[in-house]
């Protein structure tokens, strides 16, 4: 939708197939995740199959992924920029949703208890608005050749970034405190060294470079 | 996909609302489906709604409505144009497997035993094959007002419809196989007065002027 040539590196599909093909191809993917969610080989327990695609199903429609970028194709049309609260809710919606929902779905599968469950759930929702704030963060500073897309992109549009809404500095401590904050809530997890995996993917969301 | 601008009289969605909007939209209601496919208040019985979600996913994904349409692209560009048996074969997966799934979908959540659901699906595949042929044909003979859409889209294109393997008489010919077939197959399910709405609905199918 950003019509973008470049994604890490690499042709976008609609430049390397066509925007129908590139469609169709979204269109096959999102279903075959249900299809996966839904098989018996994923769980043996039906409950927590329906329980998984009703979440995807959430995480990625108008409550999620899908009304998080209209909104964002909306704030790029409107005439005053959007406030920092409106903006991280956006981004809840459009990329946290489904991070949030991956990082639940495991816990889930992997037979979480109710204390565990809560906690992975605010990693989830930490790391989906830290993923976020870094892009914000690399687009604003990163260049194209490291980036593997157009970098700036966002220059001189309305664009919903915090970085907009915050100044690059700002951006930054944001993004220090939600890593701090996925930490901690794989501390209150209680995985052990099973954590560590988590908390590396904490830092590697906030220190990745493109 | 066909870039057209009216459906059924109304502008289309990408015309009226952008072509952004039109993809996001498609995707929401994707995902709505699923959504409402999972909720317990569809069905209290889990294996239920999980064995609903896999099928709407094989329905509209690679194997389905997702791969007819992408075979169908594939078509037009193609040098030869495609057999009888390759044009059914796209159109089960284009439409036919949809409706083959919503008429399985309500046999099951209407607790049809095995031989009558048995019945059911074969009427489904057969009004899934008679709608995309009335739609051929309607297309090669209707006019833009009662149709509501650009007709005769597909002349001069090598576009894979049954009227341009069998011409029309012979597409007339087939569609009235498959009425007969699905209301056959009505009977066999031995449902009684309720299914006067099965046979009806095969009739709207083959006798609808839009």
Known sequence: MDDDDLRRGRPTTHRA??????????????????????????????????VLCAGLARAVGLAGMVGGQMLDLDAEGATAPLSVKEIARL?????????????????????????????????????????????????????????GKRAQKDAGRN??????????????????????????????ASLGAAGDVLRATARFVAERKK
């Open 91 to 147: 981004q809840a919606m459009k990329t946290g949703a489904l991070l949030r929902f991956s990082v639940e779905a495991g816990s889930r599968l992997g037979g979480a208890g109710a204390k565990a469950g809560a906690a992975l759930s605010a990693y989830g929702r930490a790391i989906g608005a830290a993923f976020q704030v870094a892009d914000d963060i690399l687009d604003a500073e990163g260049d194209a050749a490291t980036l």
């Open 17 to 50: 197939f066509g925007e129908a093909t590139a469609i169709l191809a979204g269109d096959a993917l999102q279903a075959l995740a249900f299809e996966i969610l839904a098989d018996p080989a994923t769980d043996s327990i039906a409950e927590v199959r329906a």
């Open 159 to 188: 664009k919903a970034t915090l970085v907009g809404a915050l100044g690059v500095e700002g951006a930054r401590r944001e993004l220090a405190r939600l890593v701090d904050e996925a930490t901690s809530a794989v501390d209150a």
